[in-house]
């Protein structure tokens, strides 16, 4: 079966921490990796996506995010959190073709204390 | 690039009645579209793939007499809640797959839906 593996559902890091978000995968095909994050109300914003080459790719906003294929993980990163940095993560995995609909983690809630 | 509009962003509107969303592709032919319903403080369930000139995909459970997806032209899709009701209050998405050099998503920024 397909799917999007989010482990942790909230998370609180003090601003300036670093932060790992991570997300595993199960897809029978060559999966398309991404980041979206979600402010309250709000659409969802790309941070990241991994197709291929570089396992390490690096994002908007200072994250980056490294694919292991053999863990079958997509961990989201950043060195220093900033408060602005609070919303929702969700990882996503998509098929090596367009039309294929993206099949979505149930989401990481960030919180960031001073 | 790669721009999807989405209208209304909230809408309230009473039992019974039904309302329309739409997704509009302002820079690229959206081929197809994805609709997703997004509970409070959940993950995006994906509710019909739409392509362009033919009838939608739903997902199991799906009633596609309710939801009913419009997708007559390449830059257009339309998801109609028919006979709304309170358990239909949800937040709506859609969702276009680019077929460009970078390939990817891009999302619609959601409509707040709230049936009273």
């Known amino acids: 079966a397909q799917s999007v593996t989010q482990p942790d559902i909230h998370i609180t890091v003090s601003e300036g921490a670093s932060l790992e978000l991570r997300c595993n995968y199960s897809y029978g095909a060559t999966p398309y990796l991404f980041w979206y994050v979600q402010s309250p109300g709000q659409g969802l914003q790309l941070l990241l996506k991994y197709f291929s080459g570089d396992t390490l790719v690096q994002g908007i906003k200072g994250f980056e995010a490294e694919f292991k294929r053999s863990q079958s993980s997509f961990n989201l990163r950043k060195p220093s959190v900033h408060w602005s940095d609070a919303a929702e993560y969700f990882c996503?995995?998509?098929?090596?073709?367009?039309?294929?609909?993206?099949?979505f983690g149930k989401g990481t809630t960030l919180s960031v204390s001073s | 690039g790669a721009v999807v509009s989405q209208h209304p962003s909230r809408v309230i509107c009473k039992s019974g009645t039904s309302v329309k969303i739409e997704c509009r592709s302002l820079?690229?032919?959206?081929?197809?579209m994805f609709w997703y319903r997004q509970f409070p403080k959940q993950s995006l369930m994906l509710m019909a793939t739409?392509?362009?000139?033919?009838?939608?995909?739903?997902e199991q459970g799906v009633e596609k007499d309710k939801f009913l997806i419009n997708h007559a032209s390449l830059t257009l899709s339309t998801l109609t809640v028919t006979s709304a009701h309170p358990e239909d209050s949800s937040f709506y998405i859609c969702?276009?797959?680019?077929?460009?050099?970078?390939?990817?998503?891009?999302f619609g920024s959601g409509t707040r839906l709230t049936v009273v």
């Open positions: 996503a995995v998509g098929a090596a073709q367009a039309g294929t609909a993206l099949i």
């Open positions: 969702s276009a797959s680019v077929d460009r050099g970078d390939y990817g998503y891009t």
């Open positions: 820079d690229f032919q959206a081929t197809t």
């Open positions: 739409s392509n362009e000139g033919s009838k939608a995909t739903y």
